[in-house]
């Protein structure tokens, strides 16, 4: 029978890893690895590499090279016979609960302040130089661009994107910069890249940002930041509407106030909400 140091050593023997996996490889070894993952559950907190490789249709040498990983990483721990999750795990776990509760918590304030100005209001978060909406309500208006959650468009010419940007640092800016295509998509879009960094850094100041027709002609929209309990950007939220129906004037005298005060109230939930 295998005894702990047997099994020690051979856990320790598959150290070296394969460095020239292709990215088909490297994609089948990711879902096997979160399916090593997902095999650790509240009833079985602590599993054998048998167990491991039952558990996802793993052959033993399989299984082993991944719970030797995993690891490795800090995301499982090992006596040398069983193997159980890290606490490290509850990083990524936070991390999706966390955003997860932002647009939840966020819409029963988008949806009052998009009652009261009969206007489209949404919320976005950055992905690389892309926003992604996490909540949107419609206008009462219809307007010619069809956004739901998840639809994503270019932060260079949204006045979301604008406030996520502003939000970074200037080293991430720089780099941003240099590698983005400001794609010009209507006659009043901005595409020299010392004007948008003229606009970022006037956003950073002020603390929201006003696209005029940039992203489409005919559609005006004002942003704000949400912060983390940090201080940190988390997300941008904003008023959208058409150039026929609010003026700048009224984005910035009107629509404005109303919108920095559900970013506050959004903000105040999130800071408070019940942890699990």
């Known amino acids: 029978m295998?005894?702990?140091?047997?099994?020690?050593?051979?856990?320790?023997?598959?150290?070296?890893?394969?460095?020239?996996?292709?990215e088909a490889e490297l994609l089948t070894s990711l879902q096997r690895g979160l399916a090593v993952l997902a095999a650790f559950r509240a009833d079985r907190a602590t599993l054998s590499l048998s167990e491991v490789a039952k558990a996802?249709?793993?052959?033993?040498?399989?299984?082993?090279?991944?719970?030797?990983?995993?690891v490795e990483r800090g995301y499982l721990r090992?006596?040398?016979?069983?193997?159980?999750?890290?606490?490290k795990v509850l990083r990524i776990g936070n991390a999706y609960l966390g955003a997860?509760?932002?647009?939840?918590l966020a819409l029963p304030h988008l949806?009052?302040?998009?009652?009261?100005?009969?206007?489209?209001?949404?919320m976005a978060v950055l992905d690389g130089?892309?926003?992604?909406?996490?909540?949107?309500?419609?206008?009462?208006r219809l307007m010619s661009l069809s956004l739901t959650i998840g639809s994503r468009l270019p932060a260079h010419a949204t006045s979301m994107g604008r406030v996520l940007l502003a939000a970074r640092t200037d080293d991430w800016i720089d780099g941003y910069l240099a590698s983005a295509t400001l794609h010009r998509l209507t006659e009043t879009s901005i595409t020299d890249h010392a004007l948008l960094r003229g606009e970022l850094q006037r956003t950073r100041r002020v603390g929201w940002s006003l696209v005029d027709q940039e992203l489409e002609t005919g559609l005006r929209s004002i942003a704000v930041p949400v912060h983390d309990a940090s201080g940190r950007v988390a997300a941008a939220i904003d008023i959208s509407s058409h150039a026929g129906r609010r003026d700048v004037d009224d984005l910035t005298g009107t629509m404005?106030?109303?919108l920095r005060r559900t970013a506050a109230a959004v903000e105040h939930d999130f800071h408070h909400r019940p942890r699990k």
């Open 256 to 258: 404005l106030p109303r």
């Open 2 to 22: 295998p005894t702990k140091d047997s099994n020690q050593r051979a856990y320790n023997a598959h150290v070296e890893r394969d460095a020239s996996l292709s």
């Open 78 to 87: 090992t006596d040398g016979q069983s193997f159980g999750l890290h606490p």
């Open 129 to 140: 130089d892309e926003i992604v909406y996490v909540a949107r309500i419609p206008g009462r």
């Open 100 to 104: 997860l509760a932002l647009p939840e």
């Open 56 to 70: 996802t249709d793993l052959d033993r040498s399989s299984a082993r090279r991944l719970l030797h990983t995993l």
């Open 111 to 122: 949806r009052a302040l998009a009652g009261d100005l009969h206007e489209a209001v949404s």
